[in-house]
Nanobody, 127 residues
């Protein structure tokens, strides 16, 4: 199974931007659907964004639409989450996840559709 490692988190002011990266330890990510989830203190893990294998369809949570963009780099070893216009409520630990490509698209926001997870990277939005 592929091992995932997130990076790029940090402290940012409201309205600022960050770009998170999710890299594969070995090989590429082009045989997986990829997603980002986040978990704030005291809350359940929630879906943020997903991208189909080979950079096809994307899906976003309503709370981040128009502000966040998920993408794959051309060599397919890294998946990104570009975050703009960050808000206090975006503060959370962000996790990337890899899942099988046979997952039906209506289940792409379900965390049980993914079987590989990274350790997470902290994003804190604070003034």
């Amino acid at each position: 199974q592929v091992q995932l490692e997130e990076s790029g988190g940090g402290l940012v002011q409201p309205g600022g931007s960050l770009r998170l990266s999710c890299a594969a330890s070995e090989g590429t990510l082009n045989t997986y659907n990829m997603a980002w989830f986040r978990q704030a203190p005291g809350k359940e893990r929630e879906f943020v964004a997903a991208i189909r294998r080979r950079g096809g369809s994307t899906s976003y949570a309503d709370s981040v639409k128009g502000r966040f963009t998920i993408s794959r780099e051309s060599a397919e070893k890294t998946v990104y989450l570009s975050m703009n216009s960050l808000k206090f409520e975006d503060t959370a630990v962000y996790f990337c996840a890899a899942g099988p490509t046979y997952t039906i698209w209506s289940e792409i926001q379900n965390p049980t559709s993914y079987y590989n997870w990274g350790q997470g990277t902290q994003v804190t939005v604070s003034s």
